[in-house]
């Protein structure tokens, strides 16, 4: 019998399979992704299929957990449905298909022009990841409590609410699609893929530290480097400083200059500059926390605003698909 047969969901049809997608990281931990289209609303989704250990060592449960206990958020992947056969190892999520593909490949491009990504750009990307990792953590859509406010104010998140830990956050996880409302600049960033994703209750239960060696290591915290699996509050605030780097500076990876004084380089406003190197501090500790980074980019983009409205433009057409 056809493989992909057992995979077939009356709801859903197959388009065709990212042999090469606009970006994203087809990494070892999915059996493939399709363009399928639902037969119910006619609008077009990502199936992710799911591989057999994954399935059977509870990984793949674990990634459906994660994503269906955050789908209401706007700048976070939604699951729209999920189909696990632990008992002949095979099953799909799907998911929200981005349709500009993902922000690595839009790193590619400006790098093979040799062109600057324009800081508004960076900023908008900056922040729409920081309110996710804070409704990740805090379970508060940061931008619901602005009301007459004229920025950001940090948050407080609720003691029952069951705190998420993305992990892998790179470039590749970074998804851009348009945006719904007019009068947007740029394309809408949604975090996506969470394979590496862990529940705080799964962690205190001592039932998730299968993904601890499982991200990308040019974007493992100093503090999970131990081999404890040690994944603190602001781990994902490091990893999403170092993204903002890459931006800036036209790279797959990190390079030393993040170590550096200017992580995004000269041609940025100190106001970013600042803010990078505070996300990416060696120590955990002195790392913005998820509930106020957005509030802190809010303000920093604020005191940069006079400096870098002058770039604000839409992205040029060979910078997307």
């Given at each position: 019998?056809?493989?992909?047969?057992?995979?077939?969901?009356?709801?859903?049809?197959?388009?065709?399979?990212?042999?090469?997608?606009?970006?994203?990281?087809?990494?070892?931990?999915?059996?493939?992704?399709?363009?399928?289209?639902?037969?119910?609303?006619?609008?077009?989704?990502?199936?992710?299929?799911?591989?057999?250990?994954?399935?059977?060592?509870g990984h793949a449960l674990y990634e459906y957990q994660a994503l269906k206990h955050v789908i209401k958020h706007p700048n976070i992947l939604s699951v729209v449905a999920c189909d696990l056969d632990k008992r002949r190892a095979y099953?799909?999520?799907?998911?929200?298909?981005?349709?500009?593909?993902?922000?690595?490949?839009?790193?590619?491009?400006?790098?093979?022009?040799?062109?600057?990504?324009?800081?508004?750009?960076?900023?908008?990307?900056?922040?729409?990841?920081?309110?996710?990792?804070?409704?990740?953590?805090?379970?508060?859509?940061?931008?619901?409590?602005?009301?007459?406010?004229?920025?950001?104010?940090?948050?407080?998140?609720?003691?029952?609410?069951?705190?998420?830990?993305?992990?892998?956050?790179?470039?590749?996880?970074?998804?851009?699609?348009?945006?719904?409302?007019?009068?947007?600049?740029?394309?809408?960033?949604?975090?996506?893929?969470?394979?590496?994703?862990?529940?705080?209750?799964?962690?205190?239960?001592?039932?998730?530290?299968?993904?601890?060696?499982?991200?990308?290591?040019?974007?493992?915290?100093?503090?999970?480097?131990?081999?404890?699996?040690?994944?603190?509050?602001?781990?994902?605030?490091?990893?999403?400083?170092?993204?903002?780097?890459?931006?800036?500076?036209?790279?797959?990876?990190?390079?030393?200059?993040?170590?550096?004084?200017?992580?995004?380089?000269?041609?940025?406003?100190?106001?970013?500059?600042?803010?990078?190197?505070?996300?990416?501090?060696?120590?955990?500790?002195?790392?913005?926390?998820?509930?106020?980074?957005?509030?802190?980019?809010?303000?920093?983009?604020?005191?940069?605003?006079?400096?870098?409205?002058?770039?604000?433009?839409?992205?040029?057409?060979?910078?997307?698909?």
């Amino acid at each position: 019998m056809d493989k992909s047969a057992k995979f077939q969901n009356r709801h859903f049809v197959v388009v065709r399979r990212f042999n090469k997608p606009a970006g994203g990281d087809m990494g070892n931990l999915n059996d493939g992704l399709f363009l399928v289209k639902c037969r119910d609303d006619g609008r077009y989704y990502i199936e992710k299929r799911l591989m057999p250990r994954d399935i059977m060592n509870g990984h793949a449960l674990y990634e459906y957990q994660a994503l269906k206990h955050v789908i209401k958020h706007p700048n976070i992947l939604s699951v729209v449905a999920c189909d696990l056969d632990k008992r002949r190892a095979y099953g799909s999520i799907w998911m929200e298909y981005c349709s500009l593909g993902a922000l690595d490949m839009v790193i590619a491009r400006y790098r093979e022009r040799r062109a600057y990504i324009p800081e508004p750009f960076i900023w908008s990307v900056f922040g729409a990841i920081s309110v996710a990792l804070c409704y990740l953590y805090t379970g508060v859509d940061v931008e619901l409590e602005v009301g007459n406010r004229q920025t950001i104010p940090p948050v407080r998140g609720s003691s029952s609410w069951d705190k998420v830990y993305h992990r892998d956050i790179k470039p590749g996880n970074i998804f851009l699609t348009e945006y719904s409302t007019s009068g947007e600049v740029y394309p809408k960033p949604i975090l996506g893929d969470f394979g590496c994703a862990a529940l705080q209750s799964d962690i205190n239960r001592g039932r998730r530290g299968i993904a601890a060696s499982r991200f990308s290591p040019a974007f493992e915290p100093p503090e999970n480097r131990s081999g404890t699996g040690a994944y603190k509050a602001t781990s994902d605030i490091y990893q999403l400083g170092l993204v903002i780097h890459c931006m800036a500076r036209n790279l797959v990876v990190p390079d030393q200059n993040a170590r550096g004084d200017r992580p995004v380089g000269g041609p940025y406003t100190s106001e970013l500059n600042y803010l990078v190197r505070k996300c990416i501090d060696y120590d955990y500790s002195r790392r913005p926390h998820p509930s106020e980074l957005p509030h802190l980019i809010d303000v920093a983009s604020q005191r940069a605003d006079s400096q870098i409205r002058r770039s604000l433009a839409p992205l040029p057409r060979w910078a997307l698909p």
